[in-house]
């Protein structure tokens, strides 16, 4: 789309579904404009690597629709379920500020949105800009429930670099043939690994590299000489990725819709839940040259899908039908490339970064392997050393409650989850070469809807510690409901007295790749009341139970305190 076609949609957009909004209790101070989106979620056909079967979409989009907004705006979506399935929707990087309610993480802060009814989501975006998505947060629905969100700064602020000829999205994704609801169901039942996709997606198109796709290309028509910018947005389940163009440089200026310091690599890697903003400038001879997403897989011995889905950077003048020059992708095991990318992320300018921690947790992200129970092993125990896999933190399963923890939490009914997650291991041992893989060592985990209580306005550090427990991966961790500096990160197990800090400029991000047998450090200010989902951003892990819930409790200031629950608020 050009830059005046944009901001035509843009006006069109601001006069159509801007209105008055007043009177709404606990309403974040008025600065912004309403917008209104109408979503239904649909089942479609799509006919893709020569099969046709139905996918859950919203509005029959794939990907789904886009929303427009500016900082500052509030935003409102009513999502009716036109399809069998529960579905909830997860606005990713949306801070939630006292609408913690609409976050969205199905038993989190919700009760899915069952068949034939509806939810309406209300939240602003409270000095935010930049790039976002949101995707399904129920099942394995969000394989393709998701699109993105474009905030642009206020009107006459400029971005903090050259303006671009135009701009455009560019979602990462994952494709299965499968139904990913029975797909998931079947995976946990046989306490195996899940299958690798049937092909990576750009925008939706495997590209050529796949059966019944050389014309199923997401294509970028190019002028010489311009800038373009680019909203990456790794949508997939269960893998990380690399992207690159051709001959092309990028410069990333924004990671999960925080500004950075220009940085200018050959290649970027996203985990899933992760954006990137990067400027492209069309220097190269007349051409076509492709864009490359593949993986990044940092775990021993497991399958995973590595054939490359390719778009098209064609410039204008280039032969339509000419090979494109190809992109160079790092291996998928590269560690070095992955931690070249973070190494080059720093906040645009430096930072208020809390100082003095009064909250310190230390938590291991990591897989378990479960002894066997089943009575049919050859059916139910497919995983290491016969058993079934698990995932944890702090080893601590989490399991998802009947009704959702915010509303047993505001109501006070008992029995859904307890307050008891542990702020450390329960026992500290080499976490990266000593792990108990084998038996008699226990690699068992203890399942548990464990919850970590902070007071408003907590100091928060948080070390994520990588474990290797069936293998070392990097884990992308989600906090919803926060944005956090990453103030380290490193190889090996934690050591306070060696690790180096960035308190300087770090970047702000709510997404963080703990590193494959390293840790990383957070910290932020507990000062947005609710119940948070901290998670593994790989879905295979989440429905393993690498999560935890963060319970933030109300402070004494007349914005500090959570709302009453909406009137539609899905039952359980």
């Keep these: 789309m050009s830059l005046m076609a944009n901001l035509l949609c843009f ?156 701009e455009h999205i560019v979602i990462l994704g994952e494709y299965w043939l499968r139904d990913v609801v ?8 046989s306490g195996g690994a899940a299958p690798p996709a049937d092909a990576f997606t750009i925008n939706s198109h495997p590209g050529p590299n796949y059966n019944c796709s050389r014309n199923d290309v997401y294509k970028i028509d190019v002028v010489p000489g311009k800038t373009y910018l680019l909203r990456l947005i790794n949508a997939g389940l269960n ?28 290649r970027v890697m996203l985990g899933p839940g992760q954006t990137m903003n990067v400027l492209v400038t069309a220097n190269q001879p007349i051409g076509k040259y492709s864009m490359a997403m593949g993986p990044y897989m940092s775990a021993q011995n497991i399958s995973f899908q590595n054939i490359s889905a390719i778009a098209y950077f064609q410039y204008s003048g280039a032969v339509p039908n000419s090979i494109s020059l190809p992109a160079k992708l790092p291996s998928f095991n590269d560690n070095l490339a992955a931690k070249t990318v973070m190494d080059g992320l720093r906040s645009l300018n430096p930072v208020n970064v809390p100082k003095e921690i009064d909250t310190e947790l230390f938590v291991t992200v990591g897989l378990n392997v479960n002894k066997c129970r089943s009575k049919t092993p050859r059916n139910d125990c497919r995983g290491m050393n016969n058993g079934t896999f698990a995932a944890s933190m702090n080893n601590i399963s989490f399991v998802m409650p009947t009704v959702s923890i915010l509303e047993a939490y505001y109501k006070k009914i008992g029995g859904q989850f307890t307050v008891d997650f542990p702020g450390a291991p329960l026992r500290f041992y080499d976490f990266v070469n000593g792990a108990p893989n084998n038996a008699p060592n226990n690699t068992q985990a203890i399942n548990g809807t464990r919850t970590k209580v902070l007071k408003f306005g907590s100091k928060v550090q948080l070390i994520f510690q990588d474990t290797s427990t069936v293998t070392t991966e990097n884990h992308p961790i989600h906090l919803h409901g926060y944005s956090f500096y990453v103030v380290g990160y490193g190889t090996g197990n934690y050591n306070p007295q060696t690790a180096n800090f960035n308190l300087i400029d770090p970047p702000y991000m709510n997404t963080i790749g703990v590193p494959v047998g390293g840790w990383a450090a957070i910290r932020f200010v507990a000062d947005n009341p609710g119940v948070w989902f901290m998670h593994c951003h790989l879905e295979i892990h989440q429905s393993w139970g690498l999560g935890a819930v963060l319970i933030v409790e109300n402070g004494e200031g007349e914005l500090e305190t959570l709302p009453h629950p909406p009137a539609d608020l899905p039952r359980c």
């Design 182 to 189: 029975q797909l998931e169901r079947e995976v946990l039942a």
């Design 239 to 266: 893998m990380e990725n690399f992207f690159a163009i051709a001959y092309h440089k990028l410069t990333i200026v924004e990671a999960d819709a925080e500004y950075t310091k220009p940085f200018t690599t050959d």
């Design 11 to 166: 006006s069109v957009l601001f006069l159509t579904m801007s209105f008055s909004y007043c009177c709404m209790a606990h309403k974040w101070p008025a600065g912004g404009s309403t917008r209104f989106y109408d979503f239904k979620v649909q089942t479609m056909k799509v006919n893709k690597l020569c099969n046709t079967k139905e996918i859950v979409t919203i509005n029959k989009m794939f990907p789904g629709p886009i929303v427009y907004a500016q900082e500052d705006d509030r935003i409102i979506v009513k999502v009716t379920n036109e399809t069998p399935y529960n579905a909830t929707i997860h606005w990713h990087g949306v801070r939630q500020k006292l609408s913690c309610w609409f976050d969205g993480p199905s038993y989190i802060t919700q009760c899915p949105i069952q068949a034939g009814a509806s939810f309406t989501y209300e939240f602003t975006l409270v000095q935010q800009k930049g790039t976002f998505f949101w995707h399904a947060h129920v099942s394995w629905l969000r394989a393709t429930v998701y699109g993105a969100i474009v905030v642009y700064p206020k009107t006459e602020v400029p971005y903090p670099f050259e303006h671009p000829y135009e």
